[in-house]
């Protein structure tokens, strides 16, 4: 299998960490500098900076309530990225992206493998937001962001939005481009002022503090790898 792949099957680097790793040169197999390309056999030597894979650790699975400045990466060298404000003991990764000026709900892990199921867009995984926008919310804005809107050279996929009040709306999406409901509001006119995820899957906010995590209960795995099979 490819070595991005095997990485994250086995539980020890998402897929776009060993890219990074990839290109700075910094895996060898077999002795030879690893290749985006590069397949990984039974008994090939894997080394990341000269030194074998670590101990696999136990798997980690934890939900973050995401404060507004807080960069959903792994590169260690960005300014208050997710990795040093959480602080983990051991090695984590978030599970997708939540843009640095939104907040809320965003998971970290160690297992690699769940990160892409999560992530794939044709299984259609439901994440739940709160918006609040800088014009009164009419019932047309509501009915055309659930319908579909055009942004990035195609159109979103039709999804559930509900008014709350003048100048907010809850909408759940089943796919996530790039800023996707940032977008989506600003073709409509609209400008998001605030954007909260509230839930991923069947996972959710409630009870957790800005800035807090917890890990995820036994019940609620048990529900989240149900839905990934």
Avoid at 194 to 217: A, F, P, Y
Wanted: aromatic residues 6%; hydrophobic residues 35%; charged residues 25%.
């Amino acid at each position: 299998m490819r070595i991005q792949k095997y990485m994250s099957e086995i539980g020890y680097y998402s897929r776009n960490e060993t890219d990074r790793l990839i290109k700075n040169h910094r895996i060898l197999v077999n002795g030879i500098i690893c290749e985006h390309n590069t397949l990984i056999n039974p008994g090939d030597i894997v080394l990341i900076d000269n030194k074998p894979l670590p101990d696999r650790e136990s798997p980690v699975y934890i939900a973050l309530n995401k404060p507004v400045g807080v960069t959903c990466t792994a590169a260690k060298e960005v300014s208050n990225n997710i990795i040093d404000f959480v602080n983990y003991p051991t090695r984590i990764f978030p599970v997708g992206r939540l843009d640095k000026a939104s907040e809320g709900l965003i998971l970290m892990t160690n297992n690699g493998d769940i990160v892409n199921k999560i992530l794939r867009s044709e299984n259609g995984h439901e994440k739940e937001y709160l918006v609040t926008v800088d014009r009164p919310v009419t019932q047309g804005f509501i009915q055309r962001m659930a319908n579909g809107v055009e942004i990035l050279g195609v159109t979103t996929k039709t999804c559930e939005v509900t008014h709350i009040n003048e100048y907010k709306f809850r909408i759940i999406l089943k796919q996530g481009l790039n800023r996707q409901i940032r977008r989506m509001a600003k073709a409509l006119g609209y400008k998001v002022v605030r954007l909260e995820r509230v839930r991923i899957m069947n996972i959710v906010l409630d009870g957790l503090d800005k800035g807090d995590w917890r890990e995820l209960s036994k019940g609620e795995l048990e529900d989240l790898f149900s839905q990934l099979n």
